[in-house]
C-alpha cells in the first residue's frame, strides 16, 4: 500500500554540507555532505525525502528511577536508505541537482538506478514503518523518520514540538516536556515530574 499516494519526484539531488534534519536536547539526525536524494511528493506537494549517504542518529533513549538509569543511549550510522516525511522546507537550501559523477561516486550507474532504488525503500519501509507505529501520515505528528534495521523491519521515530517517539520492534520511548515513557518486553517505566513509576507485564 502507498500511503497518501507517496511518489517520488523524478530528481535526484545531493547535500550541500553537512545537514541536522532534526535536532533536540535529547538527539539529533545529521546527514553528512554529497549524499543523495530524492524528493517525495503527495499530490504534486513536496513532503520529503529518501535519503542515501552516510549519516547518524543520536538519541538519549533513558529513563531515570530510583534504581538507576534503564534504557539506552541510541547511536547508529545511517547507510542505507532512509525516508523522511514532513516539512521539506528547512533543508530545500541545502540541496542541488546531482549528477552522473556524484551517483558514480556512490556506486551507481545513472538517476534510473538510483531512483530505482529510493523507489523499493519508500514501498517496503514506509509500509513497515506505518505498520508499526500506528502512524500513517506526517501532517499527524509532524515529521515522521523510518529507517530500515538488520531484521528486515523498521525503526520510527515521530517529531511533534517537544514530544518524541522512537520505536522500534521490541522497545517504545516517549520524551515530552516533563515526562519520559519506556515500553520493553519486560515494563513499562514512567517518568513525570521527576519521579518514575515501573508496571511490570
Not at 67 to 96: C, M, N, W, Y
Amino acid at each position: 500500500m502507498n500511503w497518501h499516494r507517496y511518489e517520488l519526484e523524478n530528481i535526484v539531488m545531493k547535500t550541500t554540507k553537512l545537514v541536522k534534519l532534526w535536532e533536540s536536547e535529547i538527539g539529533f539526525i545529521q546527514l553528512d555532505k554529497d549524499s543523495l536524494v530524492v524528493p517525495i511528493k503527495t499530490w504534486d506537494k513536496r513532503a520529503g525525502y529518501v535519503f542515501d549517504g552516510s549519516g547518524k542518529l543520536v538519541l538519549d533513549a533513558i529513563v531515570e528511577t530510583d534504581r538507576g538509569a534503564v534504557g539506552q543511549s541510541v547511536e547508529r550510522e545511517l547507510k542505507s536508505p532512509f525516508i523522511d516525511l514532513g516539512d521539506p522546507e528547512p533543508i530545500q537550501a541545502h540541496l542541488t541537482e546531482a549528477d552522473n559523477k556524484d551517483l558514480a561516486q556512490k556506486g551507481y550507474g545513472g538517476k534510473d538506478e538510483f531512483v530505482s532504488k529510493a523507489q523499493t525503500a519508500l514501498n517496503d519501509n514506509l509500509n513497515r514503518g506505518t505498520r508499526h507505529s500506528g502512524c500513517c501520515s506526517p501532517h499527524h505528528v509532524g515529521q515522521l523518520f523510518i529507517f530500515p534495521n538488520k531484521d528486515g523491519e523498521a525503526d520510527v521515530l515521530l517529531v511533534k514540538g517537544s514530544r518524541t517517539v522512537y520505536h522500534t520492534l521490541d522497545t517504545t520511548f516517549v520524551s515530552g516536556n516533563r515526562e519520559r515513557v519506556l515500553t520493553n518486553p519486560k515494563e513499562v517505566i514512567v517518568s513525570h515530574r521527576g519521579k518514575a513509576f515501573t508496571f511490570k507485564h
